[in-house]
């Protein structure tokens, strides 16, 4: 049951099965574009260098991780402070539980808590789906309130294959003239994550 399932802060003793769950991404589908699966340790490096800023999740049941999900800056220059890029990956054998929109929902708590007002996911997208890459993502996104904001074609090029990408977007707050700065995740006050139902370890 998803009700089950607990959300907690990653943590980088996470990180061998974190990247368990990513290689068959890297190495069997075109849904992340990396080539090569990175080491442990520059794992655990991104893990560390997201959390500095960032909100990181894992999934877990009964002490077993299910997915992850975390946010990135956008673009990455002062303007789009407001606004962060949304990934997330899942057990291969673990999908279409509620684990996704579960920690999809957690992230965009803490998001507005952040004082983020956009969201972004970039996503891989074929012409005509294949055994790489389906459009399930972009559904999933869709079914999340994210929208199409803008195509790139053919631009990714994967298994000898070139594949579009698409970026969908989901605004979460409104847009003030002088907007709250953006509150590191580590500076949020616990009590709000525990508000939205995450175990800051």
């Known amino acids: 049951m998803i009700s089950d399932i607990k959300l907690r802060t990653a943590r980088t003793e996470d990180a061998e099965k974190l990247l368990e769950i990513y290689r068959p991404y890297v190495e069997k589908t075109a849904i992340s574009f990396e080539y090569e699966v990175p080491s ?10 997201t959390l500095k800023k960032h909100p990181y999740l894992v999934a877990e049941k009964d002490g077993e991780i299910l997915g992850y999900a975390y946010t990135s800056d ?17 057990d291969e054998t673990k999908r279409k539980m509620g684990i996704g929109r579960k920690l999809y929902s957690a992230i965009e708590g803490i998001c507005k808590a952040q004082n983020i007002t956009n969201l972004y996911a970039c996503i891989g997208y074929p ?3 294949d055994e790489y890459l389906t459009k399930n993502s972009a559904e999933f996104h869709a079914h999340l309130g994210y929208r199409l904001a803008g195509k790139f074609y053919n631009c990714g090029l994967k298994f000898g294959r070139w594949y579009h990408m698409i970026w969908m977007e989901k605004i979460i707050s409104t847009h003030g003239a002088a907007p709250a700065p953006v509150i590191p995740f580590p500076e949020l006050d616990r009590k709000v994550l525990l508000e939205i139902g995450v175990q800051d370890s």
């Open 40 to 49: 442990l340790d520059e794992f655990k490096g991104r893990i560390i260098n």
């Open 74 to 90: 956008f673009v990455g220059r002062v303007a789009y402070d407001h606004s962060s890029e949304m990934t997330i990956y899942l």
């Open 127 to 129: 012409e005509t789906e």
